[in-house]
C-alpha cells in the first residue's frame, strides 16, 4: 500500500504542512483503530484516508482525517494533499468531489498549478475574553469569536503581527478555552506586502501543540479579515517555524482556500490492514 508525505500549502519540501496520505484500493474504510494506528506511526498533525466512491455519485472520494489521537472532523491541508496527490499520479483531474464528516468537499486544480479547496465557511460569533484566556497565550487579546461546533476553534484577535509571531503559549492551558484549539492572529504589519493577515494555531487537545499551516482555520479567518479589511479576497500567512500561505476567497457560505503542495515522501506502509 504506497503512503505519502505531502507538505501543503507551499511549493517548497520541508515548509508549509506536511500530511500523510493513503488512498485506498477498496470499497470501505479499513477499521477506525488501525487507521488510528497509522495516524500515529505517521505521527504528523494529520493523516487522510481515501477510498473512490462509484461513479454518478455526489462525490468521488470517501475522505477521512486522523491526527495522531484522534479523528478531526475538517482538515484543509490533508485535503490540499490528497487532491495533489490524485492530480500528479494521474488518477484524476478537473475537479475531484470528496465526502466527508463535515459534507461535501471539492479540490480543482488550476492552470498555474495551485489547488482551489471549496469548504464550507465556519459562522464567527463574538463573544466575551474568556477568564485565563489572555494568560494562556501570554498576550493581549482585542476580540474573541467562538467558530462553534464548525471546526471547534476560539478566534482571537492580537494587537498586531509582532504579538502573534512571539506567542509562546501555556499550551496545558489553552486546552480548557475550546473544543479543538486556539487560532490567534492580527492585521499583517506591512499592508501592501505579500499577505494581509497572520496567524498562529494551537490544538493541544487534539494532540497537536502548533499547527504548521491550517486550511480549516482559513474558513474562519477569511470571514473575519475580509469584515474588516473590506475585501472577500485576501490572503494569509500562518507564522508558524515552518510557515505558509493560503489564498482565501469568501463566497457566501462558502470559501474557497487556494495553495500549493509537493510530495516529499513516496514509500510503501507494509502493515495493511
Known amino acids: 500500500m504506497r503512503i505519502r508525505i505531502v507538505d501543503a500549502f ?4 520541508f515548509t508549509g504542512n506536511p500530511a500523510g496520505v493513503l488512498l485506498l484500493d477498496r470499497d470501505g474504510f479499513p477499521a477506525d483503530s488501525w487507521l488510528q494506528q497509522v495516524a500515529a506511526e505517521v505521527n504528523l498533525s ?4 481515501a477510498h473512490p466512491l462509484p461513479a454518478g455519485g455526489e462525490a468521488d472520494w470517501a475522505l477521512r482525517w486522523f491526527t495522531p489521537t484522534t479523528e478531526v472532523g475538517m482538515c484543509g491541508h490533508a485535503t490540499l ?3 495533489h496527490v490524485l492530480h500528479t499520479t494521474g488518477t484524476a483531474s478537473g475537479t475531484v468531489r470528496f465526502a466527508a464528516r463535515c459534507g461535501t468537499l471539492s479540490a480543482t486544480a488550476d492552470e498555474d498549478g ?4 471549496d469548504f464550507p465557511t465556519s459562522p464567527l460569533t463574538p463573544v466575551e475574553v474568556p477568564d485565563g484566556v489572555a494568560e494562556a497565550l501570554g498576550a493581549k487579546v482585542l476580540s474573541a469569536h467562538d467558530t462553534g461546533p464548525h471546526i471547534g476553534d476560539l478566534v482571537l484577535e492580537l494587537p498586531d503581527e509582532r504579538a502573534v509571531r512571539e506567542l509562546t503559549p501555556d499550551l496545558s492551558a489553552l486546552v480548557a478555552h475550546s473544543e479543538r484549539g486556539i487560532i490567534a492572529t492580527a492585521v499583517a504589519e506591512n499592508p501592501s506586502g ?9 490544538f493541544p487537545g487534539v494532540g497537536i501543540d502548533e499547527d504548521p499551516v491550517t486550511g480549516s482555520a482559513h474558513t474562519a479567518l477569511a470571514p473575519f479579515w475580509s469584515a474588516r479589511l473590506g475585501r472577500d479576497e485576501l490572503t494569509g ?5 515552518r510557515t505558509g500561505l493560503v489564498h482565501t476567497a469568501l463566497r457566501g457560505e462558502r470559501t474557497l482556500l487556494t ?5 516529499v515522501l513516496d514509500g510503501e506502509l507494509l502493515a495493511a490492514p
Open 10 to 13: 507551499t511549493d517548497r519540501p
Open 237 to 241: 500567512l500562518q507564522a508558524s517555524a
Open 114 to 117: 495551485t489547488l482551489t479547496l
Open 194 to 202: 505579500a499577505y494581509d493577515f497572520v496567524s498562529r494555531c494551537f
Open 46 to 49: 494529520e493523516t487522510a484516508f
Open 81 to 83: 494533499a490528497t487532491a
Open 259 to 263: 495553495g500549493r503542495a509537493v510530495t
